[in-house]
């Protein structure tokens, strides 16, 4: 009977125990649940916030506000043409200087640096990755444009002078801060994202593949050109993507040397403004009905222009991921 | 054989070699000539009087105590309330959601918010926060740096927890353990490492962070601790210093600037030593 007793008794706390479990579990599930979910709330609400914000300004000038040059705060008459083209270039020129850039790195430490040294070297690199833009800013301001403008600038502007199209280009007095300033250090801080993707997708090239090439007789360089970037294609253009999406929103670096200046200048050595750097300089002491809104578009259209660039980053970095890019 | 074509095959192989090598080279002297600057420039202006004074008018010495305190309270802020978020959020990913769309779907999300420009961020919180309570404050800094902390915690602790070997999962489940029990005394604590780098790489991302905290945060000259009040801190006294004519504000900010980027230099070193091996 005793015996009966105790096992009932078992039976009971166990049960009790797996009713416990049963709640606790359903809590922590939803408790992560409502986190994960979380985020794409986030995500909305910025999207949300922008429409919300940017909408006098989008009823006010339509769809002209893309293709307006005119921003005059006092007339309140504003168009994000210039903004829009100093964001795309000043991304277009960092990228034609970092990708291949990038590229030579990866290639290094993959294939030429000693063993000791792959370390050591890819965080030195990446440390450039962790410094915070506003020192990229001060640097910019202080040391590499006051140094562009006495040497650098000038040998451009004589040396392509007669050269037909980069004559124009290289145009006009040596300022010093410019968009030429800002695309270099633009450059200088994606350089990170791109080495560091290209290097680990360079890593998932199967030694198979470049041994072979070598059996037949390449040479290193036709073995990286001819077999590990067309095996790695699709994530050395995810991970440019990505830094081009960093390079696109990158804003405190910029403010400092692009000049703030909202006109187009066929020039890169004239001043210019991005998206960001508008925002950030002008939003603070913004007043009037529309000149915060028109603010907030230009940023609506910025969240818009990188995340197209992003998802399409991501679309081909996880396409990789699923087809064998994995040792 | 073909002589002239072998040597033209070498040549080219050495001129990209060499560019190679060469971009590695820029890269580090790019590294060394921006730590170089802030050491010569900042060492100068690094006094007692930087960590026992807060910022003043230019020309009597002061210094950035309210800026410090002001970076230190928002940033907290912003890591007790991101870090839990961001971990429960990557452990559903993990644990709960796979490979499922749902748990695709929100990776996406995730990740497009981990890249997304920071001052856009900023922009967010001024609509949500700042023009409800009708002006900016430390609390609208904080929640700004809270949203970029997130995507980041939740990057790591979901691909850290991902790394865990499937078979102690097993052996919990083995026992009649659920999920959350597992979770708790197994999964976190083989990823324990893991998810300390990712917080650690989320509050060097947050230290330096400037543009978010423009028009949230604001700044303050003053000596203030309020949260509800508009509050310094320090990335935003760079900007306004570098950006104003004085000698000595210049002095401040890149002392600062040295200050900050030690920080966050280590903060990310320490990350990199605390991270596992990724085979």
């Given at each position: 009977m005793?015996?009966l007793?105790?096992?009932n008794y078992?039976?009971?706390?166990?049960?009790?125990?797996v009713?416990?479990?049963?709640?606790?579990?359903a809590?922590?599930?939803?408790?992560?649940?409502?986190?994960?979910l979380?985020?794409v709330?986030?995500f909305?609400?910025?999207?949300?916030?922008?429409?919300?914000g940017?909408?006098?300004?989008?009823?006010?000038?339509?769809?002209?506000?893309?293709?307006?040059?005119?921003w005059?705060?006092?007339?309140?008459?504003?168009?994000?043409?210039?903004?829009?083209?100093?964001?795309?270039?000043?991304?277009?020129?960092?990228?034609?200087?970092?990708?291949?850039m990038?590229?030579?790195i990866a290639?290094?430490?993959?294939?030429?640096?000693p063993?000791?040294?792959?370390?050591?070297?890819s965080?030195?690199i990446?440390?450039?990755?962790?410094?915070?833009?506003?020192?990229?800013g001060?640097?910019?301001l202080?040391?590499?444009?006051?140094?562009?403008?006495?040497?650098?600038?000038p040998?451009l502007?004589?040396?392509?002078?007669?050269?037909?199209?980069?004559?124009?280009?290289?145009?006009?007095?040596?300022?010093?801060?410019?968009?030429?300033t800002?695309?270099?250090?633009?450059?200088i801080?994606?350089?990170?994202?791109?080495?560091s993707v290209?290097?680990?997708?360079?890593?998932?090239?199967?030694?198979?593949?470049?041994?072979?090439?070598?059996?037949?007789g390449?040479?290193?360089?036709?073995?990286?050109?001819?077999?590990?970037?067309p095996?790695?294609?699709s994530?050395?253009?995810g991970g440019?993507?990505?830094?081009?999406?960093r390079a696109?929103?990158?804003?405190m670096?910029?403010?400092?040397?692009?000049g703030n200046?909202?006109?187009?200048?066929?020039?890169?050595?004239?001043?210019?403004?991005?998206?960001s750097?508008?925002?950030?300089?002008?939003f603070?002491?913004?007043?009037?009905?529309?000149?915060v809104?028109?603010?907030?578009?230009?940023?609506?259209?910025?969240?818009?222009?990188?995340?197209l660039?992003?998802?399409?980053?991501?679309?081909?970095?996880?396409?990789?991921?699923?087809?064998g890019?994995?040792? | 054989m073909n002589?002239?074509?072998?040597?033209r095959?070498?040549?080219?192989?050495?001129?990209?070699?060499?560019?190679?090598t060469?971009a590695?080279?820029?890269?580090?002297?790019?590294?060394?000539?921006?730590l170089?600057?802030?050491?010569?420039?900042?060492?100068?202006?690094?006094?007692?009087?930087?960590?026992?004074?807060?910022?003043k008018?230019?020309?009597?010495?002061?210094g950035?105590?309210?800026a410090?305190?002001g970076?230190?309270?928002?940033?907290?802020?912003a890591?007790?309330?991101?870090?839990?978020?961001?971990?429960?959020?990557?452990?559903?990913?993990?644990?709960?959601?796979g490979?499922?769309?749902?748990?695709?779907?929100?990776?996406?999300?995730?990740?497009?918010l981990?890249?997304?420009?920071?001052?856009?961020?900023?922009?967010f919180?001024?609509e949500?926060?700042v023009?409800n309570?009708g002006?900016?404050?430390?609390l609208?800094?904080?929640?700004?740096?809270?949203?970029?902390?997130?995507?980041?915690?939740?990057r790591?602790t979901?691909?850290m927890?991902?790394?865990?070997?499937?078979?102690?999962?097993?052996a919990g489940i083995?026992?009649?353990?659920?999920?959350?029990?597992?979770?708790?005394?197994?999964?976190?604590?083989?990823a324990?490492?893991?998810?300390?780098?990712?917080?650690?790489?989320?509050?060097?991302?947050?230290s330096?962070?400037?543009?978010p905290?423009?028009?949230?945060?604001?700044?303050?000259?003053?000596?203030?601790?309020?949260?509800?009040?508009?509050?310094?801190?320090?990335?935003?006294?760079i900007?306004?210093?570098?950006?104003?004519?004085?000698?000595?504000?210049h002095?401040?900010?890149w002392?600062?600037?040295?200050?900050?980027?030690?920080a966050v230099?280590?903060?990310?070193?320490?990350?990199?030593?605390?991270?596992?091996?990724?085979?």
């Amino acid at each position: 009977m005793a015996g009966l007793a105790l096992e009932n008794y078992a039976i009971d706390e166990r049960a009790n125990m797996v009713r416990r479990f049963g709640r606790g579990e359903a809590r922590f599930r939803f408790l992560a649940l409502a986190a994960a979910l979380l985020v794409v709330a986030i995500f909305l609400g910025v999207v949300a916030a922008l429409i919300d914000g940017a909408w006098p300004a989008i009823k006010a000038f339509g769809l002209p506000f893309l293709w307006t040059e005119k921003w005059n705060p006092v007339t309140e008459k504003f168009g994000g043409l210039a903004a829009i083209y100093g964001t795309l270039v000043t991304s277009f020129v960092a990228m034609l200087i970092a990708v291949p850039m990038g590229i030579g790195i990866a290639v290094f430490l993959t294939e030429l640096c000693p063993n000791a040294l792959k370390r050591p070297i890819s965080i030195a690199i990446e440390l450039l990755a962790g410094i915070p833009s506003i020192i990229y800013g001060i640097w910019g301001l202080f040391v590499l444009a006051p140094f562009l403008q006495t040497s650098v600038q000038p040998w451009l502007i004589e040396t392509f002078a007669d050269v037909p199209f980069f004559s124009i280009l290289f145009e006009g007095p040596p300022y010093g801060i410019g968009m030429f300033t800002a695309s270099l250090i633009l450059s200088i801080m994606v350089l990170p994202f791109i080495s560091s993707v290209t290097r680990d997708v360079f890593e998932t090239v199967p030694p198979m593949l470049k041994e072979a090439a070598y059996g037949l007789g390449c040479t290193t360089w036709e073995v990286v050109w001819n077999v590990v970037l067309p095996y790695t294609r699709s994530g050395v253009v995810g991970g440019a993507m990505l830094a081009l999406g960093r390079a696109l929103g990158e804003t405190m670096a910029i403010t400092f040397v692009i000049g703030n200046a909202h006109r187009i200048s066929a020039s890169l050595l004239a001043p210019g403004t991005t998206i960001s750097a508008s925002i950030a300089n002008e939003f603070a002491e913004a007043l009037g009905d529309l000149y915060v809104p028109a603010l907030v578009e230009l940023g609506l259209i910025l969240f818009l222009i990188t995340f197209l660039v992003l998802a399409a980053a991501q679309l081909m970095l996880r396409r990789l991921e699923k087809s064998g890019g994995k040792r | 054989m073909n002589p002239v074509l072998y040597a033209r095959r070498r040549m080219t192989a050495r001129i990209f070699l060499s560019l190679s090598t060469g971009a590695a080279i820029v890269g580090l002297i790019w590294l060394g000539l921006i730590l170089f600057t802030l050491v010569s420039q900042g060492l100068g202006g690094l006094s007692p009087t930087l960590f026992t004074e807060s910022t003043k008018p230019p020309g009597s010495a002061g210094g950035v105590l309210n800026a410090i305190v002001g970076s230190l309270i928002m940033s907290s802020m912003a890591v007790l309330v991101g870090t839990p978020i961001g971990i429960m959020a990557g452990t559903y990913l993990a644990e709960y959601g796979g490979q499922s769309r749902l748990a695709s779907t929100i990776r996406f999300f995730n990740d497009i918010l981990l890249s997304t420009p920071s001052i856009l961020i900023g922009l967010f919180i001024y609509e949500l926060i700042v023009l409800n309570m009708g002006h900016f404050s430390g609390l609208a800094g904080a929640a700004a740096l809270t949203v970029i902390v997130i995507p980041v915690v939740v990057r790591t602790t979901d691909n850290m927890l991902l790394l865990v070997p499937h078979a102690l999962r097993e052996a919990g489940i083995a026992l009649g353990a659920p999920i959350s029990i597992i979770t708790r005394s197994v999964t976190w604590r083989a990823a324990r490492a893991g998810i300390v780098t990712g917080v650690l790489l989320a509050v060097a991302r947050i230290s330096g962070e400037t543009a978010p905290l423009l028009f949230t945060a604001f700044g303050n000259q003053f000596w203030s601790t309020n949260v509800a009040a508009p509050m310094a801190s320090l990335p935003q006294v760079i900007y306004n210093y570098a950006n104003s004519a004085y000698e000595d504000w210049h002095q401040l900010a890149w002392a600062s600037a040295l200050l900050i980027t030690f920080a966050v230099l280590s903060l990310s070193i320490i990350a990199r030593l605390l991270e596992p091996k990724r085979n």
